[in-house]
């Protein structure tokens, strides 16, 4: 149980805020580039619900925002209204959405070779958010000297665009391997708008005990991995993040995951049936979009083994998309059912919530050393962490071993 006030802390997402300003210190995706070539899905699910007051579904939603679709395009990250966009040189941009003049919205902008033009009165910005062009003032004012629009730094990696929207010199983009590997497949995936706080989303990634229940007695895909055995998890602190290691879930599995701060859960992805040894990894990221709403990307990543790609067996995808469809809808159910802010005052914890209770604890303590004008777990600037943060000897599941491991 959190205090009120520690609820705040961990869940509000907007400039200003405690739990804002920390996630602000980070790399976030923030949508599918429109230049990704490769593998490349949407998860289908036709909830219906309101975005910004306008009905869709939580598929419609997803892809309207998650997807840059090489024109402006609108999006809201971290509680704040943008457009991404890239000008005539290529060059890629994340604005404000609301035109600094008169308010009129850049998403409706002209591209330019060297920013991005209101369609109002023709105010042109480039990606810094510098003022070049006022077409309907004296040329001599130097009024567009004043102006300086929203923007903030993206990079495009592993087919996905990613944002800093925090304050100072931007930390390194992490080169987590499933992202920033070149000897494989990649398949880069949306799985859509969820319409709750991604606190509680990525709170389900520490709550292993959860898939035997939740995921354990439905017939589908999967079954045969996810069984209703109860695992004996455990949870520790890593220089990431948390690990999380599961013993004894179904035929002896053992599996170990990585919760990569501040919002990647990064896990060995066995293949259906687990009768398919290749090695495979995935990366699942929750970008908050606002307080109540947000976004999660994927990706899978199938690596070379001895430089070769595999020759996928009939019946078998690179991505996670439709072979896990029935779980995401078990968990978009639970986790939005806990209200579009779970509040924390009143819930009962027992002794399979260590996790959950550990991903509290050093989120708190994150945002704590955010105040105190430190980098908080998961931010890192040493140059020596700008290589390929290679979790592949971290995650482990014994699905993807020529042999099943037996637990002790
Ligand atoms: S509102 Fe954008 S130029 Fe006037
Ligand atoms: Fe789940």
Not at 107 to 117: I, P, Q, T
Not at 227 to 242: K, L, N, R, S
Not at 298 to 312: R, W
Request: charged share 25%; glycine share 10%; aromatic share 10%.
């Amino acid at each position: 149980m959190l205090s009120a006030a520690e609820n705040r802390a961990i869940t509000e997402v907007g400039p200003g805020t405690a739990g804002g300003d920390w996630l602000r210190r980070y790399w976030h995706p923030i949508a599918i580039s429109d230049e990704w070539g490769g593998i490349k899905t949407l998860w289908q699910y036709d909830r219906q619900i309101f975005f910004k007051d306008e009905p869709g579904t939580v598929t419609s939603w997803g892809e309207r925002l998650g997807t840059f679709t090489g024109r402006p395009t609108a999006t809201r990250i971290l509680g704040e209204d943008l457009v991404i966009f890239r000008d005539g040189s290529g060059r890629l941009g994340l604005v404000g959405l609301r035109c600094p003049h008169r308010g009129a919205s850049m998403e409706f902008g002209k591209v330019r070779s060297d920013g991005l033009e209101c369609f109002y009165h023709g105010w042109v910005f480039d990606i810094e958010g510098t003022c070049l062009h006022q077409p309907a003032e004296p040329e001599d004012s130097g009024f567009k000297h004043k102006v300086k629009h929203k923007a903030y730094p993206v990079q495009e990696m592993g087919g996905l665009i990613w944002a800093y929207m925090g304050p100072g010199e931007a930390p390194l983009l992490p080169k987590i391997d499933v992202a920033a590997r070149q000897d494989g497949v990649r398949a880069v995936e949306n799985f859509g708008l969820w319409t709750s706080n991604w606190f509680q989303i990525c709170e389900n990634s520490l709550d292993q005990l959860h898939t035997a229940i939740l995921h354990g007695y439905k017939e589908g895909e999967r079954s045969d991995i996810w069984g209703t055995e109860m695992p004996d998890c455990t949870w520790e602190q890593a220089w990431y993040g948390i690990r999380s290691i599961q013993e004894r879930r179904k035929l002896g599995n053992h599996r170990v995951s990585s919760y990569v701060f501040p919002t990647l859960n990064r896990l060995a992805q066995p293949w259906p049936g687990a009768q398919y040894r290749w090695p495979r990894h995935s990366g699942i990221w929750r970008t908050p979009v606002d307080d109540t709403n947000t976004l999660i990307f994927s990706i899978v990543f199938t690596p070379n083994v001895d430089g070769k790609e595999p020759d996928l067996p009939p019946g078998l995808s690179y991505d996670i998309t439709e072979v896990l469809h029935q779980h995401r809808v078990q968990d978009y159910d639970a986790l939005v059912s806990q209200g579009p802010i779970f509040d924390r005052t009143r819930e009962m914890l027992g002794a399979s919530d260590k996790g959950v209770i550990l991903f509290r604890k050093m989120t708190l303590e994150a945002i704590k050393a955010v105040q105190d004008g430190t980098d908080p777990v998961g931010v890192w600037r040493d140059p020596a962490m700008d290589k390929i943060i290679d979790l592949s000897d971290e995650v482990v599941d014994t699905y993807l071993e020529p042999m099943p491991r037996v637990a002790a």
